[in-house]
C-alpha cells in the first residue's frame, strides 16, 4: 500500500539559515510523482515543488531544492536562507502514475522560522 | 500557476441540514477534486472528477455527493449533515491525471452542529 511518512513533527530555526525536512514514501509502483505543498497559517495549501521519480536530478525552485534518495524512497525539502514567512505546515505528497489520481499525503512538518 | 476558488469560505449549518461547497478552477483544468483535512487524518480525498458529467470516488465518499457541471465548476453535496462532517474541505485541479501537479483552492471551513 502507499504511503507518506514525515517524522519531524515540527522544526524551529532562526532566520536564514537552512533547514531540511524529511519524508519518506512506499510504493510498490516504479514510476511515481512526489509533491511538496505548504499550508500557511490562513489554511492556503500551496504548491512548493515536484520531482519525478524517472528523474535523477534534484529539483530546484527558488530558494527550495529536493534531495531525493530513490533508494531510501526518501525526498527532503531543503529550504535555504529560510525568512519568517516561511513560518508553516509543509506536506510531503506522492502519486503513482499507474494509480487512481490523488494524491498521498504525509502528516506535515510545522516549520517556526524566528528573528 | 492556477486559479482555483471556493465558496463560502466559511459555512456553519445543523445537522441535518443540506450544504452545497462550489469550487471553480479558471485554468482549463480536466481534473478537479474534493479533498478534506482533519487533524490527525491529513487530506483525504473525497470524490474527483476528469470532466464535465464526470465523477469518481475517493477515499472517503459516504455522506458526500459531488457534480462537475461544466469544466470550471465542482460542487460538493451534504444533503444530511452530520457534526462528522465538520473540516476543512478543499477543491483541487489539475491538467490532466497522475503525471500533474494539483493546485488547491483557499478551503472552506465548514462547522456542523
Known amino acids: 500500500a502507499q504511503k507518506v511518512t514525515q517524522t519531524q513533527t515540527s522544526i524551529s530555526v532562526m532566520e536564514k539559515t537552512t533547514v531540511t525536512m524529511d519524508c519518506v514514501y512506499e510504493t510498490q509502483d516504479s514510476s511515481y510523482f512526489l509533491f511538496w505543498y505548504k499550508q500557511t497559517a490562513s489554511g492556503e495549501i500551496v504548491f512548493l515543488i515536484r520531482q519525478d521519480s524517472y528523474k535523477k536530478e534534484n529539483a530546484t525552485v527558488g530558494h527550495y531544492s529536493l534531495n531525493f534518495q530513490k533508494p531510501k524512497s526518501s525526498i527532503g525539502l531543503i529550504i535555504t536562507a529560510t525568512q519568517i514567512e516561511d513560518s508553516a505546515v509543509y506536506f510531503c505528497?506522492?502519486?503513482?502514475?499507474?494509480?487512481?489520481?490523488?494524491?498521498?499525503f504525509g502528516e506535515g512538518t510545522k516549520l517556526t522560522v524566528s528573528s | 500557476e492556477a486559479a482555483v476558488t471556493q465558496s463560502p469560505r466559511n459555512k456553519v449549518t445543523v445537522t441535518g441540514g443540506n450544504v452545497t461547497l462550489s469550487c471553480r478552477q479558471t485554468?482549463?483544468?480536466?481534473?478537479m477534486y474534493w479533498y478534506r483535512q482533519d487533524t490527525g487524518h491529513g487530506l483525504r480525498l473525497i470524490h474527483y472528477?476528469?470532466?464535465?458529467?464526470?465523477?469518481q470516488i475517493g477515499d472517503v465518499p459516504d455522506g458526500y455527493k459531488a457534480t462537475r457541471t461544466t469544466q470550471e465548476d465542482f460542487f460538493l453535496l451534504l444533503e444530511l449533515a452530520s457534526p462528522s462532517q465538520t473540516s476543512l474541505y478543499f477543491c483541487a485541479s489539475s491538467t490532466r491525471g497522475n503525471q500533474d501537479t494539483q493546485y488547491f483552492g483557499p478551503g472552506t471551513r465548514l462547522l456542523v452542529l
Open positions: 505528497a506522492m502519486r503513482e502514475e499507474g494509480g487512481s489520481a490523488k494524491l498521498i
Open positions: 485554468n482549463s483544468h480536466n481534473y
Open positions: 472528477s476528469y470532466g464535465a458529467g464526470n465523477l
